[in-house]
């Protein structure tokens, strides 16, 4: 496939300039003009880097990609990935918010889905737009078994469980990534639970004060669905081959 109509496709689907991001989502390092085997991994770094170009891959699809708002020298390890890509001719497209938010391929629409909640709607005010989803748990779940869902859905036991919240769970939250400080607007929607990746060490006290559960599921755990659900649309979309680079980090 022509690797500029794939990106093309990608910035429209993705609509990659709707939402404000420091992320410069987008196609960031140019590879080949060809297309043929499409890599997605969470993390722009070294080793997704050379484990994409280890399985051929002319592009490489990332959620945190190499390029923010502030400039960065090509120095050091920055310099090394860089080399990385355009020694093996792989090219970098990077999305970020804008797959939190998607409502199709979306981190958070996905865990929705794997939690099996219905009624859903957007949740997760960020920059004036709603990154993540809420909805209705059918029939409730007491946190145990919301746990054990949650386990299912990630494929790991989550970082931290704050059980602050109702026994029996009716409404649930679902920001991935960085994002505990949502906890006041979880609190504020009349949620039993909020599930996000990342924990901090205030929002115990929050928890506990608002009386929520909360499940810290991970960063990378709750950030690779997106990428996963993405990689499935486009294997179905366009005859290319695509690989996922399970590369945890623990956090």
């Given at each position: 496939?022509?690797?500029?109509?794939?990106?093309?496709?990608?910035?429209?689907?993705?609509?990659?300039?709707?939402?404000?991001?420091?992320?410069?989502?987008?196609?960031?390092?140019?590879?080949?003009?060809?297309?043929?085997?499409?890599?997605?991994?969470?993390?722009?770094?070294?080793?997704?880097?050379?484990?994409?170009?280890?399985?051929?891959?002319?592009?490489?699809?990332?959620?945190?990609?190499?390029?923010?708002?502030?400039p960065q020298?090509?120095?050091?390890?920055?310099?090394?990935?860089?080399?990385?890509?355009?020694?093996?001719?792989?090219?970098?497209?990077?999305?970020?918010?804008?797959?939190?938010?998607?409502?199709?391929?979306?981190?958070?629409?996905?865990?929705?889905?794997?939690?099996?909640?219905?009624n859903t709607?957007?949740?997760?005010?960020?920059?004036?737009?709603?990154?993540?989803?809420?909805?209705?748990?059918?029939?409730?779940?007491?946190?145990?078994?919301?746990?054990?869902?949650?386990?299912?859905?990630?494929?790991?036991?989550?970082?931290?469980?704050?059980?602050?919240?109702?026994?029996?769970?009716?409404?649930?939250?679902?920001?991935?990534?960085?994002?505990?400080?949502?906890?006041?607007?979880?609190?504020?929607?009349?949620?039993?639970?909020?599930i996000t990746?990342?924990?901090?060490?205030?929002?115990?006290?929050?928890?506990?004060?608002?009386?929520?559960?909360?499940?810290?599921?991970?960063?990378?755990?709750?950030?690779?669905?997106?990428?996963?659900?993405?990689?499935?649309?486009?294997?179905?979309?366009?005859?290319?081959?695509?690989?996922?680079?399970?590369?945890?980090?623990?956090?």
């Amino acid at each position: 496939m022509n690797r500029d109509d794939l990106v093309s496709y990608l910035d429209r689907y993705l609509r990659v300039r709707d939402i404000e991001d420091a992320s410069q989502n987008g196609l960031q390092v140019e590879g080949p003009l060809e297309v043929t085997r499409v890599a997605f991994a969470v993390d722009a770094c070294l080793a997704s880097f050379e484990q994409a170009v280890g399985t051929d891959a002319q592009l490489l699809v990332v959620h945190h990609g190499l390029f923010w708002s502030e400039p960065q020298r090509l120095i050091g390890p920055h310099f090394r990935r860089v080399k990385t890509l355009l020694s093996g001719r792989c090219g970098l497209y990077a999305v970020h918010l804008p797959l939190d938010a998607h409502p199709d391929v979306g981190n958070n629409v996905e865990m929705a889905r794997l939690l099996r909640l219905v009624n859903t709607r957007p949740f997760g005010a960020y920059h004036g737009v709603d990154i993540g989803v809420a909805g209705v748990l059918d029939p409730p779940l007491d946190l145990p078994a919301l746990l054990g869902r949650l386990i299912e859905a990630t494929g790991t036991p989550p970082l931290r469980v704050l059980d602050h919240g109702p026994d029996l769970i009716e409404t649930v939250g679902c920001v991935s990534g960085d994002a505990a400080e949502m906890v006041d607007q979880a609190a504020e929607a009349g949620l039993d639970a909020y599930i996000t990746g990342e924990t901090r060490h205030a929002v115990f006290h929050q928890a506990a004060e608002l009386g929520l559960n909360v499940l810290f599921a991970g960063h990378y755990e709750t950030e690779k669905l997106g990428l996963m659900a993405l990689q499935r649309h486009l294997g179905d979309q366009f005859e290319l081959d695509t690989v996922f680079l399970h590369i945890p980090t623990g956090a």
